[in-house]
């Protein structure tokens, strides 16, 4: 404890680091009320579609489209290892989803790979499913696996660094990086990085399990992600920085043996927010519509530990508000008509829309 307050002393004078949101108490006098519209068995992401209809994926391997209360489990949807953390992951349309019908989604196959695979949306069944990118089979949880297009038409990928926290700092093992690749699963032209496939691929590094990643209208890119006894971090992604996990945290190992905070390593990339008591980050979306005029061009971040939802300034400056939903919430999404969605984390879970009161 010394110790720390020393370094603090010491920075002074220098930078302004990011504050800790984590001790800032939730409110439970909500601007919306919760419209539940089906119930299912730890759903994981949700995809709006151009037109209106949903798509859900569900941890055990399940991927549900609605189109009202009444959805349908997709067909030809691979097998997932559903363990712990681990299952079938994130999806998201495809920028030319009304020429091509494609969507993108993640998973842990069977043989324990994060997998990132394309597919046609049929009625009711996934047709010509085809694997486009995977990393080398191993690992525990902590898969990452958030997808998220750019305006550059580029595909970003999280990994998690699955429980073996020094390869976010390994230049050729894509675990704890985000990963910018063609729609097709190759690494994008202009990447900070050159060499092997894989380090050609890497976008970013230093990760710990980034569970959000979503582009500001402006046009940067945002990521949150999971920290360990402490130190949930949201970022402002840049290409070819290090944020700098497993050398420095502003959470401790589980052990309780410190890690060295942001502040002692300017070399690595710091986070704009923190929180301590984590929040436990999970989904992540910019609003824009007109159910919630003044939410526009803000973050909505959902928290399971936190059981509830958090906006946060559109700049990353400060966290504007913190609801408690007394659910664990997975997942946040904005469709196109500026309706705010989000899932329950639960083998009974919730799947809601926020209706302005």
Same mark, same amino acid.
């Given at each position: 404890m010394f110790g720390r307050f020393l370094v603090a002393l010491i920075f002074l004078t220098g930078p302004v680091w990011a504050q800790n949101m984590g001790e800032r108490p939730a409110s439970r006098d909500l601007p919306f009320r919760l419209e539940r519209v089906a119930t299912l068995d730890l759903p994981w992401a949700i995809a709006p579609l151009p037109d209106g209809r949903l798509l859900v994926t569900t941890k055990p391997g399940e991927i549900w489209l609605f189109e009202s209360e009444d959805g349908v489990s997709l067909e030809n949807v691979p097998k997932v290892q559903f363990a712990g953390q681990n299952g079938l992951?994130?999806?998201?349309?495809?920028?030319? &989803? +009304?020429?091509? *019908? $494609?969507?993108?989604?993640?998973?842990?196959? #069977?043989?324990?790979?994060?997998? @990132?695979?394309?597919?046609?949306?049929?009625?009711?069944?996934?047709?010509?499913?085809?694997?486009?990118?995977?990393?080398?089979?191993?690992?525990?949880?902590?898969?990452?696996?958030?997808?998220?297009?750019?305006?550059?038409g580029m595909l970003y990928l999280s990994v998690g660094d699955r429980m073996q926290p020094d390869t976010a700092q390994v230049p050729d093992n894509p675990r704890g990086k985000i990963l910018r690749l063609t729609p097709d699963g190759q690494p994008a032209p202009g990447n900070p990085f050159s060499g092997s496939a894989i380090r050609a691929a890497i976008w970013s590094e230093g990760h710990r399990n980034?569970?959000?990643?979503? &582009? +500001?209208?402006? *046009? $940067?890119?945002?990521?949150?992600?999971?920290? #360990?006894?402490?130190?949930?971090? @949201?970022?402002?992604?840049?290409?070819?920085?290090?944020?700098?996990?497993?050398?420095?945290?502003?959470?401790?190992?589980?052990?309780?043996?410190?890690?060295?905070?942001?502040?002692?390593?300017?070399?690595?990339?710091?986070?704009?927010?923190?929180?301590?008591?984590?929040?436990?980050?999970?989904?992540?979306?910019?609003?824009?519509?007109?159910?919630?005029?003044?939410?526009?061009?803000?973050?909505?971040?959902?928290?399971?530990?936190?059981?509830?939802?958090?906006?946060?300034?559109?700049?990353?400056?400060?966290?504007?508000?913190?609801?408690?939903?007394?659910?664990?919430?997975?997942?946040?999404?904005?469709?196109?008509?500026?309706?705010?969605?989000?899932?329950?984390?639960?083998?009974?879970?919730?799947?809601y829309r926020l209706v302005p009161k």
């Open positions: 992951l994130d999806i998201a349309v495809s920028p030319d &989803f +009304a020429r091509s *019908g $494609r969507v993108y989604f993640t998973y842990v196959s #069977p043989q324990n790979a994060l997998v @990132l695979a394309r597919a046609r949306l049929d009625s009711s069944a996934l047709g010509g499913v085809e694997t486009l990118w995977q990393q080398t089979a191993g690992g525990r949880g902590q898969p990452g696996g958030i997808i998220a297009f750019g305006p550059d980034p569970y959000g990643l979503a &582009f +500001a209208p402006d *046009g $940067r890119l945002w990521s949150h992600e999971m920290g #360990p006894r402490g130190g949930d971090e @949201l970022n402002l992604i840049t290409p070819g920085q290090n944020y700098g996990w497993p050398e420095v945290s502003n959470g401790d190992n589980y052990t309780g043996w410190p890690i060295p905070d942001h502040d002692t390593r300017p070399e690595f990339t710091a986070p704009k927010l923190w929180w301590t008591p984590v929040i436990a980050p999970a989904g992540l979306a910019f609003y824009a519509g007109d159910d919630f005029p003044a939410w526009r061009g803000q973050m909505l971040i959902g928290a399971l530990r936190g059981q509830g939802l958090v906006m946060v300034a559109g700049d990353g400056s400060d966290q504007l508000a913190r609801w408690d939903l007394r659910m664990r919430v997975r997942d946040v999404a904005v469709d196109r008509a500026g309706h705010v969605w989000i899932i329950e984390d639960s083998d009974s879970g919730g799947l």
